[in-house]
């Protein structure tokens, strides 16, 4: 079956800090999305990839679609506490279907 | 856009007792709708997948009968817990898929959650 793998598995950083987690799967897939889940909350999509290689910024998030379109990773520059949160990279199967991984925990120390 | 809502946002029930979780999309119209639930410190994991007008689609090892999925309109569906029981307490989460017009077709846009305890 498809193996989804995000590392790490959480992250403890100081304010202003610059951050990067990837995603890897033993499968291809066609898209990839980027969301954050604050506690109690759905999660929020974040960014969307669609093509291998595409690079793809939202403010101070970038994301990009490895080539060979088994990973993916997402960069946070200069984090601020709003950042706090858990950070999943789930992809579309067939039907849509989107299959989570276990996330990535983000904390930031003022 | 592409705003989701769910309610209620959180609710308490004795054991035994049904309870209905309302997923609404806000100003899109949603096909698909998904639901998931998720435990504490854990992944989202998709319960079943829900098209207007059909019946839903659940995955394995989750009961349908236990889980009753209703998607009456393009803008809302819902699950109904049967004669819930304290193992049932969890966050659970739906998602609404945009159609073409609406973007790109990969894209879910997630519910805030309904947190479920049951006593």
């Known amino acids: 079956g498809q193996q989804l793998n995000q590392s790490p598995q959480s992250m403890f950083i100081q304010e202003g800090e610059d951050v990067s987690m990837n995603c890897t799967s033993s499968s291809i897939f066609n898209t990839w999305l980027w969301y954050k889940q604050e506690p109690g909350e759905g999660p929020v999509l974040l960014i969307a990839?669609?093509?291998?290689?595409e690079l793809t910024s939202n403010g101070r998030l970038t994301a990009q679609f490895g080539i060979t379109r088994k990973d993916s990773f997402l960069n946070i520059s200069a984090s601020i506490p709003s950042d706090v949160g858990i950070y999943f990279c789930p992809t579309a199967s067939s039907g849509d279907k989107l299959t989570f991984g276990t996330g990535t925990r983000l904390a930031v120390r003022p | 856009g592409a705003v989701v809502s769910q309610h209620p946002s959180w609710v308490i029930c004795k054991s035994g007792t049904s309870v209905k979780i309302e997923c609404r999309s806000l100003d899109f119209q949603a096909t698909t709708m998904f639901w998931y639930r998720q435990f504490p410190k854990q992944s989202l994991m998709l319960m079943a997948t829900s098209n207007e007008g059909s019946k839903a689609t659940y995955e394995q090892g989750v009961e349908k009968d236990k889980f009753l999925i209703n998607h009456a309109s393009l803008t809302l569906s819902t699950l109904t817990v049967t004669s819930a029981h304290p193992e049932d307490s969890s966050f659970y989460i739906c998602?609404?898929?945009?159609?073409?017009?609406?973007?790109?077709?990969?894209?879910?846009?997630f519910g805030p959650g309904t947190r479920l305890t049951v006593l």
């Open positions: 998602s609404a898929r945009a159609g073409l017009a609406g973007g790109c077709t990969d894209t879910q846009y």
């Open positions: 990839l669609y093509k291998a290689g």
